[in-house]
């Protein structure tokens, strides 16, 4: 993979009218990201007059590194030899109106991971560390990032 450049394009479409200022406008918008199929309905943060019952682009934030460290995890843990049966996480992005200009200035990830066999929760620590360094997400941000992972062991 030496030398390969990555690239991930999608596609935003909104159509509407702003003519009766920025109170009225809707804030609905689709995205995608070919190949992929799906296409997501988002909005703007319900803060900023966005429907609650849709995603925004700070929860997409968020979801892309819990979804990241998720993913750096499993394989960490995979190439480890460690069974992996669960994992599960509860992540918050924070973003200040008092600290312009206006961004999530903290994101923490609290996975909880349930492993089967005997491993040592130091070791499970450690393999946490490694996967968050090697998250193309969390390497991507500026933004503070920090991983709170409990463990659960299961007998083999």
């Given amino acids: 993979m030496a030398g390969t450049t990555h690239r991930y394009s999608v596609a935003c479409t909104w159509?509407?009218?702003?003519?009766?200022?920025?109170?009225?406008?809707d804030r609905g918008h689709e995205a995608t990201g070919p190949p992929a199929d799906?296409?997501?309905?988002?909005t703007s943060d319900p803060s900023f007059r966005g429907d609650?019952?849709?995603?925004?682009?700070?929860?997409?934030?968020?979801?892309?590194?819990?979804?990241?460290?998720?993913?750096s995890f499993l394989a960490v843990a995979a190439r480890a030899r460690?069974?992996?049966v669960e994992?599960?996480?509860?992540?918050?992005g924070v973003m200040?109106?008092?600290?312009?200009?206006?961004?999530?200035?903290?994101?923490?990830?609290r996975p909880a991971i349930t492993v089967r066999g005997d491993v040592g929760g130091s070791r499970l620590?450690?393999?946490?560390?490694?996967?968050?360094?090697?998250?193309?997400?969390?390497?991507?941000?500026t933004t503070d990032l920090v991983v709170e992972p409990t463990f659960i062991i299961l007998s083999a």
């Fill in 15 to 25: 159509q509407g009218s702003t003519a009766d200022g920025y109170d009225r406008y």
């Fill in 38 to 42: 799906a296409t997501l309905s988002l």
């Fill in 52 to 71: 609650a019952q849709r995603l925004n682009p700070e929860q997409l934030l968020v979801m892309a590194a819990s979804s990241c460290q998720l993913l």
């Fill in 82 to 84: 460690i069974d992996v």
């Fill in 87 to 92: 994992y599960r996480d509860e992540a918050e």
């Fill in 96 to 109: 200040p109106e008092d600290d312009p200009p206006l961004r999530i200035t903290r994101i923490v990830l």
């Fill in 125 to 141: 620590t450690h393999l946490c560390e490694v996967a968050h360094r090697e998250c193309f997400i969390a390497n991507s941000l």
